[in-house]
C-alpha cells in the first residue's frame, strides 16, 4: 500500500547550522508533496510544498528537492533558528487522493 | 490555516460510547478531510469529503463514518469508542480535490477512558 518513510526521526543542531530531513515514498503516481510543522500542542503548519512538475523549491531559508526517479524528497533548513525547534512532517498526496504523512522528524536546535 | 475551526476543542468519553466531531472550512472551500494522529506519530488519513460526496478513505474501520453537508461543513462520527481512538482528530480543508493544499484546524483531542 501507499507508504512515506522519514528520517531521521529526531535531529538536533547547532543554531546557525542547516538541518536536512529525507522521505522516500511508494506510490509512483504521488505528484505533490507537502511538508508541515507542528509545534507542542499547535496544528500542523504548511511551510512549504512542491509539485512532481518541478524539482527543487526555495522560500527563504527552507528548500525542498524531489528525486522523481528515486522516489525521495528532502527538506533543507538553513542557517538554523530555536524558533525552527518543532516536529516537521513530510507527506505525499497518492494516487488515490490521499495524503500520507511520514512518522515526523523531531528537530532542535541547540544554542 | 486561519479559518478552520473544529469543535469541541478536548472531550472525555467512555469505552462503548459514540462521539460526534465537528468542523467548519475556510470559507470558500468545499473539500474537508478528516486525520486521526496519535500521540508521537503522523497524521493519519480518514476521509476526504467534497461537495457532500465521500472522495477517499483510509483504512479505518467501519465504527468511522463522517458526512458534509451544503456550507460544507462536516462531521466526523466515532462509535463504539475504544480505548485505541484516543487521539488528536485534525481537520483539513482545500479549495477542492484537486487544489492540493490544505489547512488543518487545531484538533479535537479525544480521550477514551
Known amino acids: 500500500g501507499e507508504n512515506v518513510e522519514q528520517h531521521p526521526s529526531t535531529l538536533s543542531v547547532q543554531e546557525g547550522d542547516s538541518a536536512v530531513i529525507k522521505c522516500t515514498y511508494s506510490d509512483s503516481a504521488s505528484n505533490y508533496f507537502p511538508w508541515y510543522k507542528q509545534e507542542l500542542g499547535k496544528r500542523p503548519q504548511l511551510i512549504i510544498d512542491?509539485?512532481?512538475?518541478?524539482g527543487e523549491k526555495k522560500d527563504q531559508r527552507i528548500a525542498v528537492t524531489l528525486n522523481k526517479t528515486a522516489k525521495h524528497f528532502s527538506l533543507h533548513i538553513t542557517e538554523t533558528q530555536p524558533e525552527d525547534s518543532a516536529v516537521y512532517f513530510c507527506a505525499a498526496r497518492s494516487s488515490a487522493s490521499k495524503i500520507i504523512f511520514g512518522s515526523g522528524t523531531r528537530l532542535s536546535i541547540r544554542p | 490555516d486561519a479559518g478552520v475551526t473544529q469543535s469541541p476543542t478536548h472531550l472525555i468519553k467512555t469505552r462503548g460510547q459514540h462521539v460526534t466531531l465537528r468542523c467548519s472550512p475556510i470559507?470558500?472551500?468545499?473539500?474537508v478531510s478528516w486525520y486521526q494522529q496519535v500521540l508521537g506519530q503522523g497524521p493519519q488519513f480518514i476521509f476526504q469529503?467534497?461537495?457532500?460526496?465521500?472522495?477517499g478513505r483510509g483504512n479505518f474501520p467501519d465504527r468511522f463514518s463522517a458526512r458534509q453537508f451544503p456550507n460544507y461543513s462536516s462531521e466526523l462520527n466515532v462509535n463504539a469508542l475504544l480505548l485505541g481512538d484516543s487521539a488528536l482528530y485534525l481537520c483539513?480543508?482545500?479549495?477542492?480535490?484537486?487544489?492540493?493544499?490544505?489547512?488543518f484546524g487545531p484538533g479535537t483531542r479525544l480521550t477514551v477512558l
Open positions: 470559507s470558500g472551500h468545499k473539500s
Open positions: 512542491i509539485r512532481s512538475n518541478v
Open positions: 469529503y467534497y461537495e457532500k460526496e465521500e472522495r
Open positions: 483539513a480543508s482545500s479549495l477542492d480535490t484537486g487544489t492540493d493544499t490544505q489547512y
